[in-house]
């Protein structure tokens, strides 16, 4: 691995029930000293940097920080910080602590650089994270998967909040276009048909969800993996039958008068209240 790489991230942050009954990502900090011992291990034998992905302690936030400190002295060159715990997923996210970050970067920023993670819906929370944390960097997740242009001016207060990059639907259709080129398979992404199929369901989240299209989803995109499988085999390609449900999303959206400037992020948003969803970017 090191001679194609420029640097090992331990993720450390993934607090899904695969992670859990692998006894990786989130559920590694279960194991301190394992952790420390790894990333000591891995800097001593290898020559690139080795930075590591955590989420904060349930225990608190001083057993974060001596936790972190420890990554610091086994050689870690970076710490990237999400805000929450490995509790706080699903119907239990809550907004991400910018103040527990702000407290590593005070306590490990002066040793290495300390990137920050939560809360980033676009550009301007991107801004407002730097301000309060003080981190050097900002790293997305979820959001950026449903809307990987997250990084640019728009839905941001200088627009109106209103979308002024690629719709989502053009964002799925070069999706399509990279898998073509870049099969996901190949790349480690896991039995192609399903990889392609979540990525979908992310991008056009909001189309799905949708009164009117509901039962397309649903016709689309069956549960179960053999209906799904077998839905493909009657097209010509299987990137044919992924072109076609765009094609059908499109037609969804022309009778439901959409435009592409009033999208908002959908699936990012998917555990949190009508409350907290309604709220500007600058209030989130």
Known sequence: LEPHVDAID???????????????????????????????????????????????????????????????????????????????????????????IRKVVECVGDRIPVIANGNISNLDDVRACLAHTGADGVMSSESILEYPPLYTQTGTAAVAFKRTGPGRLAIAREYLNLCERYPPHEGGGGTRLQCIKRHLLIFCHNDWNDCGTILLRDSLFPVRCSAFEQLVERHATEMDYFYQVLDQVEAAQRSNRHTEGDERLSWYFRHQNDEETACTSSDC
């Not at 057993?63 to 400190?69: G, T």
């Open 10 to 100: 331990l993720n450390c942050g993934c607090p899904t029930k695969v992670a859990k009954r692998g006894g990786f990502g989130a559920y590694l900090l279960e194991s301190q000293d394992y952790v420390v011992d790894m990333v000591r291990y891995l800097v001593e034998n290898t020559s690139i940097p080795v930075t590591v992905k955590v989420r904060l302690l349930p225990q608190g936030i001083d057993q974060s920080l001596e936790l972190y400190r420890k990554l610091v002295d086994a050689g870690a060159a970076l710490l990237t910080v999400h805000g929450r715990t490995r509790m706080n997923k699903g119907e239990n996210t809550t907004p991400a602590d910018w103040d527990a």
